[in-house]
């Protein structure tokens, strides 16, 4: 029997919900080798969108995985500006790869690809980490937060959505999906600080939820941006219904930052 893309959809979010629950479980152990998985695909397919040739950037593409994974780790090493060192020395292992691209063939060689090997880091790993160092309810609200803002968002732009906000990098987005999303973070935000018992100021929750939604748009309009820009239609193909690892987590690489960025005023959920 044929399954339709909406079914393949929810049974992969059922997986992705178990996978999540276990992590969270084991917050210690099976939550970083979790994100450690997510991160080293993620990569696979970000570095996809740019070099199609794998072999030719392989080198590049290992050091990325092994950094993502030491960026991650630094969670377990209580040495003082670890991560610094860290992307010190990825960015100077980008510079080196150009030199001996350079050296083996001027005419190919090109820096764009340090630049890419860097970026995807940054955008991924480094994103990811944050959630290593958080409470559970902090973890949950990110990770809910995104996908109840997604979920209305999309419905709301199914049903309601006729004028699109930026046609030229995703043709499908309209103001309805778009407004009906934030309407759902702010309101599962307000929830989730009641629910909780917190007693975090109305005002500060509804800052949080507005720019974490702000960024989880940004998030998905940059990622459809680049798939445009390179002719795919998906990042990946690993998760039936969604597409790839940058596909569903779009969002999440650029709000769990904005909620770090939040907590230099409030601690929130922790």
């Not at 049974?11 to 991160?39: N, R, W």
């Not at 990825?90 to 005419?107: P, T």
């Not at 007693?199 to 748009?217: E, G, H, K, R, T």
């Amino acid at each position: 029997m044929q399954l339709s893309s909406h079914t393949k959809r929810m049974l992969t979010g059922l997986v992705l919900l178990f996978i999540l629950a276990v992590s969270l479980y084991y917050k210690e152990t099976v939550l970083f080798f979790t994100l450690c998985f997510f991160s080293s695909v993620a990569l696979f397919e970000f570095y996809n969108l740019f070099w199609k040739e794998s072999d030719k950037h392989l080198p590049l593409r290992i050091l990325a995985t092994i950094t993502g994974v030491v960026i991650l780790a630094n969670y377990y090493l209580p040495v003082e500006n670890y991560l610094h060192i860290t992307f010190f020395s990825a960015f100077w292992a980008g510079n080196l790869y150009f030199l001996f691209s350079y050296s083996k063939n001027a005419e190919t060689a090109n820096y764009t690809d340090a630049l890419i090997f860097f970026a995807g880091i940054m955008y991924i790993p480094f994103a990811l980490h944050f959630l290593l160092y958080l409470s559970l309810d902090s973890i949950l609200y990110i990770l809910l937060t995104v996908a109840i803002s997604d979920v209305v968002a999309f419905y709301t732009g199914s049903l309601f959505g006729k004028k699109k906000i930026w046609p030229q990098i995703s043709p499908k987005k309209s103001w309805a999906g778009s407004i009906g999303g934030l309407i759902g973070a702010i309101t599962f935000a307000f929830a989730y600080n009641c629910y909780l018992e917190y007693d975090i100021p109305l005002a500060l929750i509804f800052c949080l939820a507005l720019f974490m939604n702000l960024a989880s748009q940004f998030g998905d309009f940059f990622e459809s941006g680049l798939k445009r820009k390179y002719g795919v239609k998906d990042s990946g193909t690993i998760l039936p219904g969604h597409g790839g690892i940058l596909d569903r987590f779009d969002s999440l690489f650029f709000a769990a930052p904005m909620y770090i960025f939040f907590q230099l005023f409030h601690p929130f959920f922790e």
